[in-house]
């Protein structure tokens, strides 16, 4: 089963195809969410197509990767002259979408003062360029996405909750992989197609695809289809079940000579290994580390808070 380029045949992915159809033919604001990977850039492009706006544009924006003080500009745009630097006229990321979809990822990335212009904007039905003495009018809708729990963040002052249920009219919530492990052998199908490789997957590499507990979901099951590809076999993904039942790839095991911990633990040593690794490639510049790492500045400290990595940490 399909919805457009949309693979799952699950129980789980059938309620999430029916949620994509209603909140399709609705045009109020949708927040959908899922981990890294569940397909939440994928599903809002579905649910733009399958609207009324989809003659217009979709317009995507990464939330995490808009600084606080050029917000304004980003959004909603600004007059030649009304700064210095403001060389020529500036079309915001609203009027981009102007009569279709802005999909605004990682949503709660978003700075308490963004929020408050966001939201305004939302609230007002419209804005008004920087140096601009007339507000336009909203004409999008708008589609957020998010891997944190968007409710609590709102109940603990993280989010502003007049924010959230603005935004949180049609939720639509896209299970991780481990959950729907039913969908990985048509995923697995779909993606070696679209990759080119015509060989059908032995039974073998397919029971290993099957035992593994995709924490980087849909997106990690390409990359390492993308490496089966390159080497023919799935033998640097499998190794044995640890007695855990945890099934540790032995690239892992071998960086990091531990054999016995559980793939959660594994993967944060193997993260702490990597950013202190970048940090010290950027000579510990956050911001430059960020960059390299394809990873939003905000997502970063959070990473490293939680890692406990300061300038201090060695490998
Ligand atoms: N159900 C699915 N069927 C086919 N392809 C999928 C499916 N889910 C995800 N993908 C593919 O997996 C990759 C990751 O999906 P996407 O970028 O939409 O995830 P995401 O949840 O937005 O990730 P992130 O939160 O990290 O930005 C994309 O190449 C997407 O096309």
């Not at 039905?125 to 004409?139: C, L, M, N, R, V």
């Not at 999008?140 to 007049?162: K, P, S, W």
């Amino acid at each position: 089963m399909r919805l457009g380029n949309i693979i799952g045949r699950s129980a789980k992915m059938q309620e999430v195809f029916e949620s994509i159809i209603r909140a399709a033919s609705s045009d109020f604001s949708i927040v959908i969410y899922g981990e890294t990977g569940t397909g939440k850039e994928l599903v809002s492009k579905a649910i733009h197509e399958l609207s009324q706006r989809n003659e217009a544009p979709f317009v995507p924006v990464n939330c995490g990767a808009i600084p606080e003080e050029l917000f304004e500009s980003e959004f909603f745009g600004h007059k030649k002259g009304s700064f210095t630097g403001a060389h020529a006229d500036k079309t915001g990321f609203l009027d981009q979408a102007k009569g279709g979809t802005i999909f605004l990822d990682e949503i709660g990335e978003l700075t308490q003062t963004s929020q408050v212009k966001l939201l305004r904007a939302l609230g007002s039905g419209e804005y008004t360029a920087i140096g601009s003495a007339q507000p336009t009018k909203a004409q999008f809708r708008v589609i957020a996405a998010t891997n944190a729990d968007l409710e609590h963040m709102a109940q603990t002052g993280r989010f502003r909750q007049d924010l959230f249920f603005r935004i949180h009219v049609i939720p639509v919530y896209l299970p991780p992989l481990r959950e729907r492990k039913e969908d990985i052998p048509h995923l697995a199908e779909h993606i070696l197609n679209k990759l080119g490789y015509s060989t059908k997957i032995s039974s073998k590499d397919l029971a290993i695809l099957l035992e593994y507990d995709w924490p980087g979901n849909v997106r990690e099951l390409y990359n390492i289809l993308e490496r089966y590809m390159a080497f023919g076999n799935l033998d640097f993904l499998q190794v044995g079940i640890k007695e855990t039942g945890v099934l540790v790839p032995p690239f892992v095991d071998d960086e990091l000579g531990q054999t016995t911990k559980g793939l959660r633990d594994t993967m944060m040593a193997l993260e702490k290994k990597i950013l202190i690794s970048a940090l010290e490639q950027n000579g510990w510049n956050r911001s430059r580390t960020a960059k390299a790492l394809d990873l939003p500045r905000k997502t970063l400290f959070r990473k490293m808070q939680k890692l406990g990595i300061t300038q201090k940490t060695s490998l």
